[in-house]
């Protein structure tokens, strides 16, 4: 079956501009993860949705970043005034089961 | 706070020689999860192995396997018979029922 999805693969933008990277999930995966991985870096968890439940925002590193999913499936990651150091790959997981997460491709963000 | 240390960000192994990869931890719950992802240059993150902490027999995964000391609170991946496509990043991984945490990485290289 399909995997989960994420759109741009690549994004290309100037500092001060908003950005709005999109995750589709795994039909059916009640959990959705966001992660950002900087350049030879680990993954810094950002935000974690749960089916209604409120989300978990703890990992998010300002105001300028926050993240919506509509009806329990598509998430939207939005980064206002990006600056340089957003660059990175912004990585998208979904589960059903909350110890195994399978991910996308990414989006490689730039801010030049 | 649960730490995840990998502390060799590259290793290099010969084809068809066995490699290990080294991982700590910092837990002080009981259950938790532990994973080993690969990640190549597509930056795809797959899960190659899994292991309950509740669980003392080792993961096995055909080539890949894991020692896990869970007092010594150690998770190392041993990759047998390296193959070209083992090439990648292998990161550690930790969760306890929800958000993930990471380690840095480890570079892995196969010599033909």
């Known amino acids: 079956g399909a995997g989960v999805s994420q759109s741009p693969s690549n994004k290309v933008t100037e500092k001060g501009k908003d950005v709005e990277l999109r995750c589709d999930p795994i039909?059916?995966?009640?959990?959705l993860y966001w992660y950002r991985q900087s350049l030879g870096q680990g993954l810094e968890f950002l935000i974690y949705?749960?089916?209604?439940?409120?989300?978990?925002k703890s990992g998010l590193p300002s105001d300028r970043f926050s993240a919506e999913r509509t009806g329990g499936s598509v998430s939207t990651l939005t980064i206002q005034r990006t600056q340089q150091e957003d660059s990175a790959v912004y990585l998208c997981a979904s589960s059903l089961r909350p110890y195994e997460q399978y991910f996308g491709p990414g989006t490689r963000l730039t801010v030049t | 706070a649960q730490t995840v240390t990998q502390s060799q960000p590259e290793m290099s192994v010969q084809e068809a020689e066995t490699v290990t990869l080294s991982c700590t931890y910092d837990?002080?719950?009981?259950?938790?999860?532990l994973f080993w992802y690969k990640q190549p240059p597509s930056r795809q993150m797959i899960l190659v192995i899994r292991?309950?902490?509740?669980?003392?027999q080792n993961a096995t995964e055909n080539r890949f396997s894991v020692n896990f000391q869970k007092a010594a609170k150690s998770f190392s991946l041993k990759i047998s018979d390296s193959q070209l496509g083992d090439a990648a990043m292998y990161f550690c991984?930790?969760?306890?029922?929800?958000?993930?945490?990471f380690g840095a990485g480890t570079r892995l290289t196969v010599k033909p």
């Open positions: 991984a930790y969760t306890l029922s929800d958000d993930m945490r």
């Open positions: 292991q309950e902490a509740y669980k003392q």
């Open positions: 949705f749960q089916g209604n439940s409120a989300p978990d």
């Open positions: 837990t002080s719950e009981s259950d938790y999860y």
């Open positions: 039909s059916g995966h009640t959990a």
